[in-house]
């Protein structure tokens, strides 16, 4: 059993930059991959970055790549998310999740409740 709860979410203007963090708690939560996942309104959930449990791999949706930075410190039991050069279309809800894999699945075992992100023009 792991429990996810995110901070960090906030309003900035575009350009701008804001850090996500995820604390993850229970039994051996160092064991599972994790990462995250956004929701705009009127989309579907889509997949924005996820992290090995190794740390050694990183993985980006093409949206966001060269601009996000997923990492996570396992001693912390915690993963960030660096978001840079925010733009509009970026705005929505962010779930970090958490998968019994050694990459995050489509289908996560584990959702956090979710930070709100919203970029401004």
């Known amino acids: 059993q792991v429990q996810l709860v995110e901070s960090g979410g906030g309003l900035v203007q575009a350009g701008g930059s804001l850090r996500l963090s995820c604390a993850a708690s229970g039994r051996t939560s160092s064991s599972y991959a994790m990462g995250w996942f956004r929701q705009a309104p009127g989309k579907e959930r889509e997949f924005v970055a996820d992290?090995?449990?190794?740390?050694?791999?990183?993985y980006y949706a093409d949206s966001v790549k060269g601009r996000f930075t997923i990492s996570r410190d396992n001693a912390k039991n915690t993963v960030y998310l660096q978001m840079n050069s925010l733009k509009p279309e970026d705005t929505a809800v962010y779930y970090c999740?958490?998968?019994?894999?050694?990459?995050?699945?489509?289908?996560?075992?584990?959702w956090g409740q979710g930070t709100q992100v919203t970029v401004s023009s």
């Open positions: 992290i090995t449990i190794s740390g050694f791999r990183t």
């Open positions: 999740a958490a998968d019994r894999k050694i990459r995050l699945g489509s289908t996560p075992d584990y």
